[in-house]
């Protein structure tokens, strides 16, 4: 149901669209959407930011308003498979939208590829940012040989690469422990080939965490992996530099912008299970080089501090409220 709640003095409506009702509950949602976003429209407004290359952007696209809008773009809106059809209908948003706020540069390119744009002017990235309050240190790594990961078990974040890598690490730290928090269509597949690789003693599944709890996870490990196929950004690669723990991640899109050419963490090519278990045999043996990552991923993470993710949208706000 609809529900209206007041956030820091802002009015907040929240309007249901679920795709998971079935077709004709969803497509009285689309309607009832419509219908209010309308009137909402009418009761005015100097600027409108909309949140995903979605079904609301297209919503609002529909309603033929000449009021200025900008498009936030975050990852699945942009990479997952559309009609051509519903193609057609993301560039005229784009299009016509004042700003293209894209959480990555990697983001923002494939968009232009994908519809066959130029963002040019448009165009403002503003990285994900964390509430790094949230997130407290140990003063000191840890000390037994445990590799973290943390996503949803589908095929593009990759963990079977993971698994596979961890199997090789194995066989040279036998005291070696794969902690993976998540759950997911792949999860099965992924205890099975544990077992297959006869690693399935070593390799901890966690299944679902609440968010809250995902610190306490990451911190458990000397090493943090992020093994993805594909990632717009990885916001997790944050929350594992913010409590101070070092990390390898796949050269698999926006995550490079945090990394920087290796020099706030290791990155390997995607699929690439060798080289991922030569890094993370190289981070357990070298305790030197774990602290300098550590201490580096520490200061690197204070760069997208929540804060500073809300100053650079109020700036685009301001910038465009005429």
């Not at 309308?38 to 409108?48: M, R, S, T």
């Not at 696209?61 to 990479?79: F, K, M, P, Q, W």
């Not at 590799?147 to 963990?159: A, D, L, N, T």
């Amino acid at each position: 149901k609809e529900s209206i709640e007041n956030v820091h003095g802002i009015r907040v409506v929240y309007l249901p669209l679920n795709t998971s009702h079935g077709k004709i509950q969803f497509a009285m949602e689309l309607v009832h959407a419509r219908k209010r976003l309308k009137q909402i429209i009418k009761e005015g407004y100097d600027f409108v930011s909309i949140q995903y290359l979605g079904y609301f952007s297209a919503i609002f696209h529909s309603l033929n308003t000449e009021n200025r809008y900008a498009i936030s773009i975050h990852g699945t809106d942009v990479t997952g498979q559309q009609s051509k059809p519903i193609k057609i209908i993301q560039k005229k948003i784009v299009e016509n939208a004042a700003v293209v706020i894209s959480n990555s540069y990697y983001l923002a390119s494939s968009l232009e590829q994908k519809l066959d744009i130029s963002l040019q002017t448009k165009l403002k990235v503003i990285w994900n940012g964390i509430h790094l309050e949230n997130y407290v240190p140990d003063k000191m790594l840890v000390s037994d040989n445990t590799i973290v990961s943390v996503g949803r078990f589908v095929h593009k974040k990759g963990f079977d690469v993971l698994i596979e890598a961890f199997a090789k690490v194995n066989k040279q730290y036998a005291d070696a422990n794969l902690v993976l928090a998540g759950d997911g269509v792949e999860m099965n597949n992924c205890k099975q080939l544990a077992r297959k690789l006869a690693i399935q003693d070593s390799v901890n599944f966690l299944g679902l965490v609440d968010n809250k709890q995902i610190p306490d996870v990451i911190k458990k490990g000397k090493i943090f992996v992020l093994p993805s196929r594909n990632e717009s950004f990885g916001i997790v690669v944050l929350e594992a530099m913010a409590m101070g723990i070092p990390v390898i991640t796949t050269d698999s899109g926006g995550v490079r912008e945090i990394i920087e050419d290796n020099r706030y963490g290791y990155i390997v090519p995607v699929e690439n299970s060798e080289l991922l278990a030569q890094k993370m045999i190289e981070l357990l043996h070298d305790g030197g080089k774990c602290e300098e990552l550590r201490k580096r991923g520490l200061s690197r993470v204070q760069t997208f501090s929540i804060k500073n993710v809300i100053s650079k949208y109020d700036e685009v706000i301001r910038e465009n409220v005429k």
